[in-house]
């Protein structure tokens, strides 16, 4: 187990500590809760339960001039949370390692989100709720319901709709997408990217002459619009079986 924690961490010169944040708290009716973490992962889960509640895993090594810190505020109808430093970040990350903070929040259903991340996973399940999410090179797994925007530069993107009831953007540079679909889903659905598209649906398909693809895919009456957007990126379509 300690060679492990080891390989992962690289615990070799430094006496690693690790601090652990835990609260609750209400969203008030209408407001937007936002959230920010450059220095590790998110994971958000639906839930039935009217508080929010968040867990937070924050290491640091002794001797760090600061630590990451947790800050909450209410401002103008958005409930933020974000990871900072409140000192002098350069010195401290100059010390190397791996300093960070991973986040895990409980959403009540109906409440809106903002995430972003850096390079972190952003993980949401079970969401009931419109939500957008953003990262740099970080994964996006998403499990939900409502409408969804999701924007990352080289970061994988994996969606499974419980059900298609809004529109739903997806917008990556180098990142894959894969889109799954429950059965009799009513959607129309717009790709263009310069990576391969595959569909489990009918489909069709221009391809200019400098290789960008344009795919249509219609299910149903087409009622909800979902656009997929990469530079180079594969796309595939998929319906659960």
């Not at 947790?70 to 933020?80: N, S």
């Not at 989100?113 to 972190?120: E, K, L, M, P």
């Not at 409502?146 to 530069?153: D, N, S």
Request: zero cysteines.
């Amino acid at each position: 187990m300690m060679l492990m924690v080891w390989l992962l961490f690289g615990f070799q010169d430094e006496n690693w500590k690790i601090d652990r944040v835990e609260w609750t708290d209400v969203v008030p009716n209408g407001s937007l809760f936002q959230l920010e973490n450059p220095y590790g992962d998110i994971r958000i889960r639906g839930t039935a339960n009217p508080e929010l509640a968040l867990s937070a895993v924050i290491q640091f090594a002794d001797g760090d001039p600061e630590k990451i810190e947790i800050k909450r505020e209410q401002k103008d109808g958005v409930f933020q949370v974000s990871a900072y430093f409140a000192g002098d970040q350069a010195k401290t990350f100059a010390k190397g390692g791996r300093r960070r903070a991973d986040i895990t929040i409980f959403l009540p259903y109906g409440t809106p989100i903002v995430a972003a991340t850096g390079a972190g996973l952003l993980e949401a399940k079970g969401l009931k709720s419109d939500s957008t999410f953003q990262t740099f090179s970080g994964k996006v797994f998403y499990k939900g319901q409502g409408k969804l925007v999701v924007e990352t530069y080289q970061g994988e993107i994996q969606a499974f709709f419980e059900r298609v009831s809004a529109s739903a953007d997806f917008t990556t540079k180098l990142g894959t997408i894969a889109l799954h679909f429950p059965r009799k889903a009513e959607m129309s659905v717009a790709v263009r990217t310069m990576g391969e598209v595959t569909s489990d649906y009918s489909m069709t398909m221009d391809v200019s002459d400098s290789g960008v693809r344009q795919a249509q895919v219609k299910v149903g009456a087409g009622t909800h619009q979902l656009t997929v957007e990469s530079a180079s990126g594969n796309v595939k379509l998929l319906e659960r079986r």
